[in-house]
């Protein structure tokens, strides 16, 4: 640092001078005198944070919304005796006064008959369309939720619709916000009424089967989903066995089964998987004596 002497008329007026600090070269930074506050940081560097607190923090705001959902989908019951699940009021509920009863019945008959169909709602018009996986709503689809707890005071009716009324809903949407997927949105209403609880028909020591592998990885997560999908795919078990043997709560089982069961998914015939296992122990047998064959 050059100090430049002082102004010559300045000091001639009497007024003490100060020194000039020119810098030695262009970047230089310039010293800071005593008691003078230092230049903040650049705004950039202030604001920047470390990527790993970066993952903590969301990391724990993803934990969060996890658990939020399990308590919103699975409830938060403790497990519970066998006399408990089978005898207690509290435990139970049915399907048949609620709106994922009606959806369900209009789910199937689309599906068996290839055409999409109507019903309903205190809400207003509800089109199940099984031809394109797609529910439509002439209202906002998000209402559709806080239906699913409250019992019905009447059942909706299903009827098809005629031609002129599919073409209408294949070129038009009925409300901006009406249209959603219809495989998740049965998946949600089934969690949604039950909340951990089981249809009063349930029996939690039946064994029970997996019709057809759900496409998971578009449907609302359910902790251990996959899991139990493979349990009731390979053998088949019952409710309380399921949870025992994988070594989760009942109300992740509970959860699954209800929401299985908007789906149809589900049966307690587990022929299919024993003619399965069959073919497999044919084939293996089979195999068997063709590689002994071989190494004869």
């Known amino acids: 640092?050059?100090?430049?002497?002082?102004?010559?008329?300045?000091a001639a007026s009497g007024v003490a001078a100060q020194p000039v600090r020119v810098p030695d070269q262009?970047?230089?930074?310039?010293?800071?005198?005593?008691?003078?506050?230092?230049?903040?940081?650049?705004?950039?560097?202030?604001?920047s944070e470390d990527p790993a607190s970066t993952r903590v923090r969301l990391g724990g705001v993803l934990a969060a919304q996890a658990q939020a959902n399990e308590a919103r989908f699975c409830g938060l019951a403790a497990d519970r005796s066998v006399?408990?699940?089978?005898?207690?009021?509290?435990?139970?509920?049915?399907?048949?006064?609620?709106?994922?009863?009606?959806?369900?019945?209009?789910?199937?008959?689309?599906?068996k008959w290839q055409v999409p169909t109507q019903l309903e709602c205190s809400v207003g018009?509800?089109?199940?369309?099984?031809?394109?996986?797609l529910l439509l709503c002439d209202f906002?689809?998000?209402?559709?939720?806080?239906?699913?707890?409250?019992?019905?005071?009447?059942?909706?009716?299903?009827r098809t619709l005629n031609r002129q009324e599919q073409a209408a809903i294949q070129t038009h949407t009925p409300h901006p916000q009406g249209q959603r997927r219809l495989d998740d949105l049965l998946w949600r209403a089934g969690l949604l009424?039950?909340?951990?609880?089981?249809?009063?028909e349930a029996d939690p020591q039946r064994p029970i089967y997996l019709r057809h592998w759900p496409n998971l990885t578009r449907l609302t997560a359910i902790p251990h989903a996959v899991?139990?999908?493979?349990?009731?795919s390979a053998r088949g078990a019952s409710l309380v066995e399921t949870a025992a043997t994988l070594g989760i709560a009942q109300r992740h089982v509970i959860a699954f089964y209800n929401a299985a069961s908007a789906l149809d998914l589900l049966t307690e015939d587990g022929s299919h998987v024993r003619r399965a296992q069959r073919r497999v122990a044919r084939n293996r047998g089979l195999l068997t004596r063709l590689l002994g064959w071989l190494h004869r």
């Open 26 to 47: 262009a970047g230089e930074p310039e010293p800071v005198e005593p008691g003078e506050p230092a230049d903040s940081a650049p705004a950039s560097q202030s604001q």
């Open 193 to 200: 009424t039950a909340v951990g609880r089981l249809p009063i």
């Open 125 to 133: 018009r509800i089109v199940v369309d099984t031809t394109r996986n």
């Open 1 to 10: 640092m050059v100090v430049a002497p002082a102004d010559p008329t300045v």
């Open 83 to 111: 006399q408990e699940l089978a005898e207690d009021p509290e435990l139970r509920y049915d399907p048949e006064v609620h709106l994922v009863s009606a959806l369900r019945e209009a789910y199937l008959v689309g599906s």
């Open 140 to 158: 906002d689809a998000d209402r559709l939720e806080s239906l699913f707890a409250t019992p019905l005071g009447r059942r909706p009716k299903t």
């Open 227 to 232: 899991r139990i999908a493979a349990m009731w």
